[in-house]
T-cell receptor, first 112, second 116 residues
Framework: GESVGLHLPTLSVQEGDNSIINCAYSNSASDYFIWYKQESGKGPQFIIDIRSNMDKRQGQRVTVLLNKTVKHLSLQIAATQPGDSAVYFC???????????FGQGTRLTINP | NAGVTQTPKFQVLKTGQSMTLQCAQDMNHNSMYWYRQDPGMGLRLIYYSASEGTTDKGEVPNGYNVSRLNKREFSLRLESAAPSQTSVYFCATDRGTRSGSGNTIYFGEGSWLTVV
């Protein structure tokens, strides 16, 4: 069936560097994408979302890029901080539908 | 994760026992969800309730039942627990309509369930 997946299960970056977390999706009907952050022992927290009529959306220190041609989604975190250490999930949905499909997650670790 | 409360946070069950996970939200949201999360995997939808009075199966409903008790509460029941149901369970809510960016799902803190 259709699925959302992540290219890398783990990512280590130096504190202060920029982080890029990637996600591939296979359902071409999906038109709404979300990034979540999950810290250890907690539930996922919303970071940023994007609809398919956009290529880029920026938030506070985060940017989501969507490439519909190759069905690729990325999350960029600027000036990575220790508090950014977490597992990051992408999720996809059809706009208006109830169900989100989650990817496997990427663990981001920050080196001092 | 304020606004979505799950109980219990930890539970150990023996195979064949039954139990109910409770979830309550004070965000006045229409839709509620139950997900499970297994090690190294993303979240998989078990059941959801688009609005009070309705429930629907998600991706992995077998072995579970749900009840949307009222707008605030959505419970998940394991009638006869199996070791394969060892997992972390998350309740979540949203407004129920994709009315614009930022309308997203809010998750509870999770319930760790072990079936031995």
């Amino acid at each position: 069936g259709e699925s959302v997946g992540l290219h890398l299960p783990t990512l280590s970056v130096q504190e202060g560097d920029n982080s890029i977390i990637n996600c591939a999706y296979s359902n071409s009907a999906s038109d709404y994408f979300i990034w979540y952050k999950q810290e250890s022992g907690k539930g996922p927290q919303f970071i940023i979302d994007i609809r398919s009529n956009m290529d880029k959306r920026q938030g506070q220190r985060v940017t989501v890029l969507l490439n519909k041609t190759v069905k690729h989604l990325s999350l960029q975190i600027a000036a990575t901080q220790p508090g950014d250490s977490a597992v990051y999930f992408c999720a996809e949905a059809k706009w208006g539908a109830q169900k989100l499909v989650f990817g496997q997650g990427t663990r981001l670790t920050i080196n001092p | 994760n304020a606004g979505v409360t799950q109980t219990p946070k930890f539970q150990v069950l023996k195979t064949g026992q039954s139990m109910t996970l409770q979830c309550a939200q004070d965000m006045n949201h229409n839709s509620m969800y139950w997900y499970r999360q297994d090690p190294g995997m993303g979240l998989r939808l078990i059941y959801y309730s688009a609005s009070e009075g309705t429930t629907d199966k998600g991706e992995v409903p077998n072995g579970y039942n749900v009840s949307r008790l009222n707008k605030r509460e959505f419970s998940l029941r394991l009638e006869s627990a199996a070791p394969s149901q060892t997992s972390v369970y998350f309740c979540a809510t949203d407004r129920g309509t994709r009315s614009g960016s930022g309308n997203t799902i809010y998750f509870g803190e999770g319930s760790w369930l072990t079936v031995v």
